[in-house]
């Protein structure tokens, strides 16, 4: 069974950065497009960035520029970098991976970015 595991959430003031770590099993890792999503108070969920099997990547315009991400295969890990964190940024922030049509989500971690 797939698993997606999210970590490295939590409370930064504006400007600062957090790394989001997504941990994998149950798939074969290397063979799959993975990708980030949030979810802020009273939205939907909204398209952050994905990577590709190659490790070409595509990015919502609101994070260009300040979020990167990158995936392991050694480690079966993607990662979210976010810096010059914003307000606007504060949400849960899930890993995601579509396999054969199905759409396999974690269970997401808490951004808050406040001062």
């Known amino acids: 069974q797939v698993q997606l595991v999210e970590s490295g959430g939590g409370l930064v003031q504006p400007g600062g950065s957090l790394r989001l770590s997504c941990a994998t099993s149950g798939m074969l890792f290397s063979f799959y497009t993975m990708g980030w999503y949030r979810q802020a108070p009273g939205k939907g969920r909204e398209f952050v960035a994905r990577?590709?099997?190659?490790?070409?990547?595509k990015y919502a315009d609101s994070v260009k520029g300040r979020f990167t991400i990158s995936r392991d295969n050694a480690k079966n890990t993607v990662l979210l970098q976010m810096n010059s964190l914003k307000p606007e940024d504060t949400a849960v922030y899930y890993c995601?991976?579509?396999?054969?049509?199905?759409?396999?989500w974690g269970q997401g971690t808490q951004v808050t970015v406040s001062s």
């Open positions: 990577i590709g099997r190659v490790g070409n990547t």
């Open positions: 995601n991976t579509n396999i054969s049509l199905v759409d396999y």
